[in-house]
């Protein structure tokens, strides 16, 4: 239970009991519960919208969404999305990359992500909620969100160092290993098979495969590994994946 508090304390602003004494080894063990934090986002999303939508229009619900969500996350993948997005576009070396991700302040080319990022969500979302199965793309999409964390964790190596980022943040991507992959895969997988095995659920799935192996590559290309920055930066990707992929005609 303490692992399933600790992971709801790191990815939401919701109250868990204790959240003061939980630390980055407590955070790093919970990562398996990662995807299971996302139902539980999703689900709030969804009967948000479902309240909403017999009295305003998709648009409109949409954004309520998109603002629900920034509120219940405390926009921290959003943040994530514009200190990578400045430090990719104007970082000449990896060093001088983590420098301009360290700068809170939002640059250009992080203002740029994130207009496109919202514009893509409140587009798709509102297309979304005239389809037949839209509940449940609603609900996976933070769910595969936060599963993309734990793929690319997985697979690569933090690329700060003390000196240049906090320990705290490389404790918890330590510890989102292979067994915290396999964990919230197996609850992927079980919300997917829930779903009735609809078609699209799994071409999301793919989506989110897809995305998250093209830019983890292309930050180990740049990097040599992944920020906690990268990995929210990465979530807020695989989302607008999910959400193409509900919508795709």
Known sequence: MRALLAAVAFLTRIPVPGAASIGASDVARSAAWFPLVGLLLGSIYALAAVLLKTHLPAGIVAVVVVLLDALCTGALHFDGLADTADGLGGGKNKEDVLRIMRDHAIGSYGGVALVLAIAFKITALAALMGQQHWITGLILTPAL?????????????????????????????????????????????????????????????????????????????????????????NLQLCEIAVLLAFVWS
């Open 145 to 233: 969100g936060r599963w993309s964390m734990l793929l690319l964790a997985a697979n690569l190596p933090y690329a700060g160092t003390v000196a240049t980022l906090p320990q705290r943040m490389g404790s918890v991507i330590d510890g989102m290993n292979g067994r915290s992959l396999l964990w919230g895969s197996v609850v992927v997988l079980l919300s997917l098979a829930a779903a009735g095995m609809l078609a699209r659920a799994w071409i999301a799935l793919g989506a989110v495969s897809v995305t998250t192996l093209a830019f983890g590559l292309f930050c180990r290309k740049r990097l040599g590994g992944i920020t906690g920055d990268i990995l929210g930066a």
